[in-house]
């Protein structure tokens, strides 16, 4: 994936395989998935940001996380700003794509099957974030 103009962090391929590990670059930087159930981000429930791996942009409050009992961490809204959205036509499928809004980083997709009060169901790989404990 290339950076596009509009994402303040901007690396070369270079620089974001230094920066990042060979699992997280290939999910952030070339659009891949984690198998399903393998992020301990699943079963984390304390409050607290989940940030993006790459930059470290609040992504998501805990508030909003639920389980989907997809194998990947879920929630019902980002933070205001915090994320884009691209179609994505992989796969012999339309999916609308999320990234993180400050580095481009590929997050997961958004779906319209997930709970009130949104009814939308952000999945995301587990690898393209990292938890920050927080207190209410």
């Given at each position: 994936?290339?950076?596009?103009?509009?994402t303040?962090?901007r690396?070369?391929?270079?620089?974001?395989?230094?920066?990042?590990?060979?699992?997280?670059?290939?999910?952030?930087?070339?659009?891949?998935?984690?198998?399903?159930?393998?992020?301990p981000?699943?079963?984390?429930?304390?409050?607290?940001?989940?940030?993006?791996?790459?930059?470290?942009?609040?992504?998501?409050?805990?508030?909003?996380?639920?389980?989907?009992?997809?194998?990947?961490?879920?929630?019902?809204?980002?933070?205001?700003?915090?994320?884009?959205?691209?179609?994505?036509?992989?796969?012999?499928?339309v999916?609308?794509?999320?990234?993180?809004?400050?580095c481009?980083?590929?997050?997961?997709?958004?779906?319209?099957?997930?709970?009130a009060p949104?009814?939308?169901?952000?999945?995301?790989?587990?690898?393209?974030?990292?938890?920050?404990?927080?207190?209410?």
């Amino acid at each position: 994936m290339s950076d596009s103009p509009e994402t303040p962090v901007r690396c070369t391929d270079a620089e974001w395989r230094e920066r990042l590990s060979p699992a997280v670059y290939q999910v952030l930087r070339q659009h891949g998935t984690e198998r399903a159930g393998s992020s301990p981000l699943n079963r984390e429930k304390r409050p607290g940001t989940f940030r993006c791996a790459g930059c470290g942009q609040p992504l998501f409050d805990a508030s909003a996380k639920f389980d989907s009992g997809t194998g990947w961490p879920s929630f019902t809204e980002p933070l205001s700003g915090a994320v884009g959205t691209t179609t994505d036509d992989s796969h012999f499928m339309v999916r609308t794509e999320v990234h993180c809004q400050k580095c481009g980083g590929h997050l997961g997709h958004v779906f319209p099957d997930g709970p009130a009060p949104t009814g939308d169901r952000y999945c995301m790989n587990g690898v393209a974030l990292e938890f920050e404990p927080g207190t209410k």
